[in-house]
């Protein structure tokens, strides 16, 4: 069974450029969840998506967001890069059913913005 | 404000003992605890699991402990082997909310031979 594939791996941006991070989790997950890892304030929740609905939201502002696709893969975009979006963005795909919250993560998008 | 707290940021212990790694939490909210171990450069990786209904949960050499009056886990290893040389993060959530996972800010263990 494949796990959680994130693309790119790494990625280097400008400040206010913007980015688009995918991920495909496990075969017949319906949630993804997306965590910001930063070595100050370790990993972040962004938001959790569930059947292309978001259905949790982390506190960051709205230049973070997010999508899923009828196939359950998932895309989150930053607009207007700043240099502290700099930092390990990890993607989780877990079944979604009450009472079963383990989370599968991927390997993680390093993204820089210079 | 930080609802999962690993207060020790560093861990050494000799191979072949046990490792116990702490974690406390704030919200009472929570209702399912998890535990993963993350190499540099790579995802997470789940480890073991507790629910709230239970105050113990074991897989191998690895245990989880849960003091819900305490707000207090802990995950035992034993015996520890230079293997699990890593940083452990504590997380929890509340299932009623979604599956948003509230991390700890991670314990680095170092088993020595």
């Known amino acids: 069974k494949a796990g959680v594939t994130q693309t790119p791996r790494y990625l280097i941006k400008t400040r206010g450029q913007q980015v688009t991070l995918s991920c495909s989790p496990i075969?017949?997950?319906?949630?993804v969840s997306w965590y910001q890892q930063t070595p100050g304030q370790g990993l972040q929740f962004l938001f959790e998506?569930?059947?292309?609905?978001?259905?949790n939201k982390g506190n960051f502002p709205g230049r973070f967001s997010g999508r899923q696709f009828s196939n359950s893969r998932s895309e989150m975009n930053v607009s207007t890069l700043e240099l502290g979006d700099s930092a390990l963005y990890l993607c989780?795909?877990?079944?979604?059913?009450?009472?079963?919250?383990?989370?599968?993560f991927g390997q993680g998008t390093r993204l820089t913005v210079v | 404000d930080q609802q999962v707290k690993q207060n020790s940021p560093s861990l050494s212990v000799q191979e072949g003992r046990i490792s116990i790694l702490n974690c406390d939490y704030t919200?009472?909210?929570?209702?399912?605890f998890l535990w993963y171990k993350k190499y540099p450069a790579e995802g997470p990786t789940f480890l073991i699991s507790?629910?709230?209904?239970?105050d113990k949960n074991e897989d191998g050499r690895f245990t989880v402990f849960l003091n819900k009056s305490a707000k207090h886990l802990s995950l035992h290893i034993v015996p520890s082997q230079p293997g699990d040389s890593a940083v452990y993060f504590c997380?929890?959530?509340?299932?009623?909310?979604?599956?948003?996972?509230?991390f700890g800010k991670g314990t680095s263990l170092l088993v020595t031979p």
């Open positions: 997380a929890a959530s509340d299932s009623n909310s979604g599956y948003a996972l509230n």
């Open positions: 507790i629910s709230s209904i239970k």
């Open positions: 919200n009472s909210m929570f209702d399912y």
């Open positions: 998506y569930f059947s292309e609905t978001q259905r």
């Open positions: 989780a795909s877990s079944s979604g059913q009450v009472g079963n919250t383990e989370a599968f």
């Open positions: 075969s017949g997950h319906r949630s």
